[in-house]
């Protein structure tokens, strides 16, 4: 009789399939560089005979076939492939164990740590706290009420929920936290930006602070602009008192986060931006140099171009009263200048945005303006707008190729090309996907409903670049990954705007189409103002396996604090992979990289492969900046990144990176220099041992750390 099942662990039931044993047995032989020749095929095949023998009447599990598997290569004399086949099943044993103690079923093969955050975040729970939905079911979840939106505009929403299933479940796609979170909830809040405005009155101050908790206790972060408010000292005509200026009311906000934790899953994060030419900028620049001062804020000057101008050009510049219209007073635009660039080396903050850039490619800006930004600067917003993000895992838009790759270096035999019809076709079922958010969601106030109706603002965004870049053999700060990352962006803003206007000839246009800039540019469908966001993929790049959104590696091997009292080593998948190919893999090998997370200085990794595995820290802030700037000549939104700097680097890097990206045209930009905040989501051993003897000698990552910003306060919208 014919083996026709077999037996999951869990218990389930699935058709049997040869071409399993077959991969599994060429992952073994690929591993220790064994000759294949037709070995694959002929063990599957023999594996397939003994089990037809001995389970004639019995349906095998799981475990069986691995057994007979291992007997099968020992008999054949492959010692080595049988080693490394009994070792992996030792990990993925481990790993089930791990899973098992965090209490979740895990029917998709996804990582612990990627497990454990969705268990702590993201997977619905009883009363009693015990998880009740398995990640598989989360994404049915999701997919389900998402598709849904398809009922308004007269589709059957079965096929999009099988397209938006598989789009999650096969991790090349992620939409931002509170959509995983709420959808097909009774809270049904699915938005992860929003700006709201701040009025210069007690009424209008009040009513945002009422409307941010709202939003905050629905998953979303904030941004404000203080720019409104009179500067401290300034009049208040009703009570003859004297105002206390932007950033004492900053306080109130920060508290307001304090006290309504996100969700009830996620600590808040609000971006307070203040204009260059308010009068309180100074008092504003610096006010985070005390420590635990606005603690749930980053903050961001909107530098305009008559300052920039000044500051190139040695120039004084107008403080302007916002009640008054009136300059107040006039400073040397450098003396500024050096204050924010001393400011961000020293603590991190403040970052800048280019308001006027931002505001010239605002395709709405009939109207009205963009004052603000959501917390991490990605997504530029008028009052009361809001967004929906969501990532493409580019590791997964590649398909196997013998040829080499342009550009590539000697590091691996190149494997891989970009599968650009695949990429095609998920941009197009992903900006369904994020048009239907915007018809299925709950918003959390009236204005934020009718806002965003009014301009349908999505941003489909990229994770996964730097895990791309690894498997064509390109390193990071190249020409040539310059070069791909400006081809793939162009490539994705290109179909995402074909995509929703092809959506817009079925379903209608934004309503605020007439007068914006896609009609002055000749379009003549439209659904979505905006259709391209770069986030900071966080916690959904790590549900997916990947790196974050377009960050290079923050290390090539580290040690990650899973859950409490659970540490693991985490290697790089390809640099693992290469490694053992190459021979130089061993544990002792991978705890020395663990030390600093950068192999740059062992000399006993190749030059090749120290070439194309390159951290954050390996690179120089030029290369983050041009990075940058290279996606955002194709993203509508902005352009989430952080310009990571080494402890030792100068504040005229700081200085030179800021002033690079107002050259190229990059839409805002955030530097952080490593140690310069007294908490960090990652702490590299080799330098904290020497300031802490009891520290860790690793480099070690909390667990929803995936990249980029090394501070509490960056969230993981999207």
């Known amino acids: 009789m014919v083996v026709t099942k077999v037996r999951k662990r869990d218990g389930r039931i699935e058709p049997f399939e040869i071409t399993k044993i077959a991969t599994a047995v060429h992952k073994a032989l690929d591993a220790t560089k064994t000759k294949d020749g037709n070995t694959t095929q002929s063990l599957a095949e023999e594996v397939t005979a003994i089990l037809n023998k001995r389970f004639e009447n019995v349906i095998p599990s799981v475990e069986n076939i691995q057994d007979i598997v291992e007997e099968t290569l020992m008999r054949r004399h492959l010692t080595k492939a049988a080693k490394a086949y009994i070792l992996y099943r030792q990990q ?3 790993v089930r164990e791990a899973k098992r103690i965090i209490g979740v079923p895990d029917e998709l093969k996804l990582g612990v740590n990627a497990v454990a955050v969705l268990e702590r975040r993201y997977l619905l729970k009883n009363e009693e706290g015990k998880v009740i939905e398995t990640p598989s079911q989360l994404f049915r979840r999701v997919a389900k009420a998402i598709a849904q939106a398809d009922k308004i505009y007269g589709d059957d929403p079965k096929k999009s929920e099988e397209i938006f299933y598989n789009l999650m479940a096969n991790r090349e796609f992620m939409p931002n936290t509170p959509t995983l979170m709420n959808a097909g909830t009774p809270l049904g809040q699915l938005s992860a930006c929003f700006v709201l405005p701040v009025e210069d009155s007690l009424d209008g101050i009040f009513k945002t602070l009422w409307d ?12 404000f602009s203080f720019s409104r408010l009179r500067p401290r000292g ?8 004297i105002a206390s200026g932007p950033v004492t009311f900053m306080t109130i906000f920060d508290k307001e986060t304090d006290v309504i934790k996100q969700g009830g899953k996620r600590r808040g994060a609000n971006m307070g931006i203040l204009r260059i030419d308010h009068p309180d900028i100074v008092e504003f620049i610096t006010s985070k140099s005390k420590e635990g001062f606005l603690a749930n804020f980053n903050i961001s000057i909107a530098a305009t171009d008559k300052f920039m101008h000044a500051v190139q050009q040695d120039k004084e510049y107008d403080l302007i009263n916002p009640r008054t219209g009136q300059s107040v007073k006039r400073l040397r635009a450098r003396d500024v200048w050096d204050i924010i660039i001393t400011y961000a080396w020293r603590t991190g903050d403040p970052g800048v945005i280019f308001i006027d850039e931002i505001n010239r490619l605002n395709p709405t800006r009939h109207t009205g303006e963009i004052e603000s930004t959501n917390p991490c600067g990605e997504q530029p917003l008028q009052p009361y707008d809001s967004c929906n993000l969501g990532s493409i895992n580019l590791a997964k838009m590649l398909k196997n190729k013998i040829t080499r790759t342009e550009g590539a270096s000697n590091t691996q035999a190149e494997k891989y090309e970009i599968w650009w019809e695949k990429l095609c076709t998920t941009v197009q079922h992903c900006v369904h996907f994020l048009d239907n958010v915007i018809d299925v969601n709950k918003y959390p106030i ?26 064509l053999g390109i390193p990071y700060n190249s020409d040539a990954a310059l070069k791909l990352g400006e081809k793939i962006m162009k490539f994705i803003n290109d179909e995402a705007h074909r995509a929703s206007s092809a959506i817009a000839e079925r ?7 007439e007068g914006s800039l896609w009609q002055k540019h000749g379009w003549k469908s439209m659904r979505n103002a905006t ?7 966080g916690t959904i790049s790590i549900i997916a396996g990947c790196s974050s959104g377009i960050e290079p590696l923050f290390a090539v091997t580290f040690v990650r604090n899973v859950m409490e009292g659970t540490k693991l080593l985490e290697v790089n998948p390809v640099f693992e992979q290469i490694a053992r190919t190459r021979n130089l893999y061993s544990p002792e090998l991978m705890q020395q990289i663990a030390r600093s997370g950068s192999v740059q200085k062992i000399d006993k990794i190749p030059a090749d492969m120290r070439k194309l595995f390159v951290t954050a820290l390996d690179i120089a802030p030029e290369f983050h900046v041009r990075m940058q700037a290279v996606f955002q000549n194709h993203t509508d939104n902005a352009v989430s990144k952080t310009i990571n700097l080494p402890h030792d680097a100068a504040a005229d890097d700081v200085r ?21 905040k007294p ?6 051993g080799e330098i904290e041992i020497k300031k802490r003897p009891e520290a860790s000698p690793f480099v070690t990552a909390e667990a929803e750390y995936a990249g980029g910003c090394l501070t509490a306060l960056c969230p993981s919208p999207a």
């Open 234 to 241: 300034d009049m208040v005509r009703s009570t003859r008192g």
């Open 446 to 471: 009236p204005e934020i409903e009718q806002i965003t109706k009014a301009n349908r603002r999505i941003g489909l965004g990229v994770m996964g670049f730097a895990d791309m870049l690894l498997l």
């Open 656 to 676: 030179k990176a800021y002033e690079l990206a107002y050259k190229l045209k990059c839409k805002g930009i955030t530097i952080y220099r490593y140690g310069s």
């Open 507 to 513: 379903r209608g246009n934004f309503p605020n189409f």
């Open 679 to 684: 908490e960090q989501v990652l702490y590299i």
């Open 212 to 223: 941010a908790a709202r939003i905050h206790q629905s998953g979303g972060g904030t941004g």
């Open 92 to 94: 993925r044993a481990q």
């Open 531 to 537: 259709s391209t966001t770069i986030a900071p993929t």
